[in-house]
């Protein structure tokens, strides 16, 4: 099945977009989902144009809007796979509200954020995954903010699949795509997206320096946790959450040390209940159902518990 569609990329050469959408289209095809049966929803910003270039349903949403509305889809039609097209500035800023109810009602979506670290599409300015000091359009003396973490904010906020993977690295990035899309429930990856055009110090040639993949080099010794479980032969196990929350943590250390990795993989990943499953369950019950009583309400509280599946 060919995924491309007759639309030309229209990103600059050299953007670390195009390598998203080519282990995309790869992912669908080896997983064998038909284009009719994904939805892919973007916001606004250079990597929104993703779903443009793909032969699949998609949506150009409002800024930072994608989440809400990839949920509306999802629980419209839970049969479609529903991936989220998304750029640090949307997803981190205007759109950061959403993430952390989507990510703790595990609803079974990706979102794939092309992170430059850098607002490409209205032409340089810093956004909230820019280093301090980087120089933009409005920042000529350089970035006086600090960045956010996405890794560890997607893992504080309950997503139950985060990951983070480099556009330089396809078939890294094919795998990572891979197992998120398979994954049921809230999926998060962070893709290190560079932008040549406007973002000239987190570079392709800057992180093919620095990554290393947690699931099989770990060259992350100092951190306690790390230390502590003498991973360093093994890797790091996903299922893990307090060495994922730990390795997290150091993700941004390298914008400050220069001898410091940036980690890459599946950092989290847990099986767990759907939001899509609590609502059928809930519906399945209530159905008939007009009026709200007090018994109602507390066996509805019931309905919802693990155990009551
Ligand atoms: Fe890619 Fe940057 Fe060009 Fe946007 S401005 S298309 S992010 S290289
Ligand atoms: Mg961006």
């Not at 609803?107 to 607002?119: H, S």
């Amino acid at each position: 099945v060919d995924y491309k569609s007759d639309i030309e990329p229209t990103w600059c050469a050299g953007c670390g977009d195009f390598t998203v959408i080519s282990s995309l289209t790869k992912v669908f095809s080896e997983l064998r989902i038909p284009p009719e049966s994904i939805v892919q929803v973007s916001g606004i910003g250079c990597s929104s144009r993703a779903p443009l270039f793909m032969r699949t349903y998609a949506t150009h949403t409002l800024h930072g809007r994608a989440i809400p509305f990839a949920i509306g889809v999802k629980l419209a039609n839970p049969e479609l796979t529903v991936i989220c097209n998304v750029g640090d500035g949307d997803l981190f800023s205007i759109g950061a509200g959403h993430n952390p109810h989507a990510a703790r009602r595990n609803i079974d979506i990706t979102v794939i954020c092309m992170d430059n670290q850098v607002y490409g599409l209205t032409k340089n300015q810093v956004s909230p995954t820019s280093r301090e000091g980087l120089y933009g359009s409005l920042t000529p003396y350089g970035n006086i903010d600090r960045p956010i973490n996405p890794v560890a904010q997607m893992l504080s906020f309950g997503a139950t699949f985060v990951a983070q993977t480099f556009s330089g690295n396809p078939k890294h990035m094919t795998e990572v795509f891979k197992e998120a899309i398979s994954h049921r429930g809230f999926a998060f990856v962070n893709v290190l997206s560079p932008c040549p055009t406007f973002n000239k110090v987190d570079t392709f040639k800057y992180y093919r320096e620095k990554v290393k993949d947690v699931n099989s080099e770990l060259p992350f010794l100092e951190y306690p946790l790390v230390k502590e479980k003498n991973i360093n032969e093994e890797g790091h196990d996903p299922s893990d959450f307090k060495t994922a929350l730990e390795l997290a943590l150091h993700d941004l250390d390298h914008y400050y040390n220069p001898n410091a990795p940036v980690p890459i993989g599946v950092f989290y990943r847990k099986e767990e209940e759907t939001y899509e499953d609590r609502v059928s369950r809930v519906k399945e019950r209530y159905k008939a159902v007009k009026e709200p009583t007090l018994e109602l309400l507390q066996s509805f509280i019931n309905a919802c518990k693990p155990e009551a599946i």
